[in-house]
């Protein structure tokens, strides 16, 4: 990983992304989003502070266990002035992201184990499937086909 000079206090997109191991299309869409911000030279050439190297490196943390983008971005902007994350802040919201975390390895788990219930069935049954339907949420409302589109008899149906 390259080593950028501490005199250096502005980085080039394609210093970041060497750095950071960020694409530049994804530093591009963090930016975007919010995430993190530059400013524009006088020939539009975006130039981010050093502080972007440890926001982009709590967002890639962030992204690697499973949070959602919009998530991360709410905990950045809830910082005070919305600084760079301290080691204090990742530590802090990595405890509360565990307990999210732990829920949806639970989830998969169950998945997982229902998956061996369609290998060779085909069936995607709203009713008994577990992956077609995983929380039930339409069998709480009716039961059925009901959710599949009403057809007129003139109608051919699409494949
Ligand atoms: S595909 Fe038939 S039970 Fe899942």
Redo the contacts with the bound molecule.
């Keep these: 990983m390259p080593q950028i000079p501490e005199k250096i206090h502005e980085l080039t997109v394609g210093q970041l992304s060497a750095r950071s191991g960020a694409a530049v299309s994804a530093l591009h869409f963090y930016e975007a989003k919010g995430l993190i911000g530059s400013r524009r030279t006088a020939g539009n050439q975006r130039r981010y502070g050093r502080d972007a190297l440890r926001r982009v490196a709590f967002i890639r943390a962030a992204q690697r266990v499973g949070i959602p983008l919009a998530t991360i971005r709410e905990a950045l902007s809830e910082l005070p002035e919305e600084r760079t994350p301290t080691r204090e802040d990742w530590s802090r919201l990595s405890a509360a992201w565990r307990a999210e975390l732990d829920d949806r390895i639970k989830q998969l788990g169950r998945l997982r184990d229902?998956?061996s219930?369609?290998?060779g069935?085909?069936?995607?049954?709203l009713e008994?499937?577990?992956?077609?339907n995983p929380d039930d949420v339409f069998g709480a409302r009716m039961a059925g086909s009901r959710l599949l589109p009403l057809r007129r008899p003139d109608q051919e149906e699409t494949p």
């Design positions: 229902h998956l219930d369609c290998i069935c085909g069936c995607l049954s008994t499937c577990v992956l077609s």
